[in-house]
């Protein structure tokens, strides 16, 4: 007979099990064939443009009072899918993560699934064990003996951490006198009477994909006891290659690394490590709050696995888990051929740029980004004094704007250092080939020569 408490019948679960098991199932089967299937194919559109109030009308977003029917559901997540850009697209080069990796795409189908927390072991027992696996094999590639670290959301996170790291190094009792107990911090060397203690070098800038020279710095660091930290979010892949790795000379006397497996290395949005050399606990040290709900000191197992009082995060996805998955499937030799690949794509497109009237290299590029101008039919013959610049800053937009209202391909653009808009253009899928750069010269040349 009904269980009634407060009007509400308690006996059973509420939903739907079996209804709700044909939807994961359908669902599942649109994301293959819409997204998965398509992922290669270059006479798909890279995106199905609207303007943000047209895209309003389209997807019908109001929440309303009573639940929509699973074919409705699955309707809307068509949409979602048919408006949404696609990274994956052999034609997509906007941002530094690109392409489809179908091994840390089963691996974030997993954690989807799964729900982990990497907390605690007892609730992450497996994904704990598969971070620190993950995290000891890059500290092996930074060329440290041993070290710690942590996966967090984002690039910028992890070299927020590299800074409260060495300002807790700096000051130990930070966390007791707060701020105010500090003398004037500052993170190069001055001779103002404040207190240098960070300096902080980039391996892989995001717009030029510049690298900092690190042995000279790690010099000047050593000299002043200063702490290194190396952003390498962007090019600290370059390690997995035998040929490239010389680009992050000197990265083993950093104390501090930030490396993002998801852009070259395309272990999915989003998968961040901050990779620390000191082994006596610093990050626990730094971060810890002792939470007593989560990190009790009585528990029943070794509790030194319960990770999360690391972190500044409580709640945090298992990120390690998809890169884990990708290097069991391709190996480090198959990683280290990727990188390999986009850098000679890159090359070869360097190559083409030099060939091609109406392009113009803003410099010999360093790593996988490819900065250029197009300079239009109507722009050529003229002298490159201000009104050429300011005519030529306009050019990168106006064919960005054509490209993405025809859905043919997708690249970035940014004024730099005093530098008019040029595009930049970033080589990482492993579906890319050397057609799809010639398509790219060819593509700027048609929507650019008016
Ligand atoms: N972390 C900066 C990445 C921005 C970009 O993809 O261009």
Redesign the pocket.
């Known amino acids: 007979s009904a269980v009634l408490v407060d009007g509400v019948v308690l006996n059973g679960p509420t939903t739907d099990a079996k209804a709700g098991e044909k939807f994961v199932e359908e669902a599942c089967r649109l994301i293959m064939e819409e997204v998965v299937l398509k992922a290669t194919d270059v006479s798909e559109k890279v995106c199905e443009w609207r303007p943000p109030e047209q895209l309003k009308q389209l997807l019908d977003l109001d929440m309303r009072n009573t639940g929509e029917p699973h074919h409705r559901l699955l309707e809307l997540c068509r949409d979602v899918i048919r408006y949404s850009v696609k990274t994956n697209h052999p034609r997509f080069f906007?941002?530094?993560?690109a392409g489809l990796d179908y091994y840390s795409l089963v691996a974030r189908f997993m954690t989807e699934a799964l729900n982990p927390s990497v907390y605690t072991y007892e609730v992450s027992p497996v994904f704990l064990l598969v971070e620190e696996a993950v995290l000891k094999k890059m500290i092996e590639f930074i060329g440290w003996k041993e070290g710690d670290g942590i996966f967090n959301p984002?690039?910028?996170v992890s070299n927020m951490y590299a800074m409260n790291l060495a300002r807790y190094k700096y000051c130990p009792d930070i966390k007791e006198k707060g701020l105010s107990g500090l003398p004037r911090l500052i993170l190069f060397t001055s001779a103002e009477g404040a207190a240098p203690f960070l300096v902080c070098a980039t391996s892989g800038t995001?717009v030029l994909g510049a690298f900092d020279p690190l042995d000279e710095i790690a010099d000047i660091c050593e000299r002043h006891g200063l702490w290194l930290h190396v952003d390498a979010?962007?090019g600290g892949s370059a390690l997995m290659s035998r040929k490239h790795r010389k680009l992050l000379r000197g990265i083993h006397r950093a104390d501090s690394v930030a490396w993002?497996p998801h852009k070259m290395l395309m272990a999915g949005i989003q998968c961040c490590a901050l990779l620390v050399k000191d082994k006596s606990d610093l990050l626990k040290k730094c971060y810890s709050a002792k939470a007593s709900y989560l990190f009790q000191q009585d528990k029943f197992y070794d509790v030194s696995y319960d990770t999360g009082d690391k972190s500044i995060q409580c709640s945090r996805r298992p990120d390690a888990f998809k890169f884990w998955m990708t290097w069991k499937a391709l190996g480090t030799l198959g990683l280290e051929e990727r990188v390999n690949r986009a850098l000679a794509l890159s090359r070869y497109l360097v190559e083409e740029i030099k060939k091609r009237e109406g392009f113009k290299l803003l410099l010999e590029p360093e790593y996988a980004n490819i900065c250029f101008w197009y300079i239009p039919p109507s722009l050529r013959e003229m002298e490159e004094g201000p009104e050429f610049w300011e005519k030529l800053n306009v050019v990168a937009p106006t064919i960005k704007e054509r490209m993405m209202k025809k859905g043919s391909l997708m690249l970035?653009y940014q004024p730099h250092r005093g530098k008019v808009n040029f595009f930049?253009q970033?080589v990482i899928s492993p579906q890319v080939s050397r057609e799809d750069m010639d398509f790219l010269l060819d593509e700027i040349d048609l929507l650019g020569r008016d």
């Open positions: 906007n941002q530094l993560y984002g690039g910028s995001t979010s962007w993002n970035g930049r970033v």
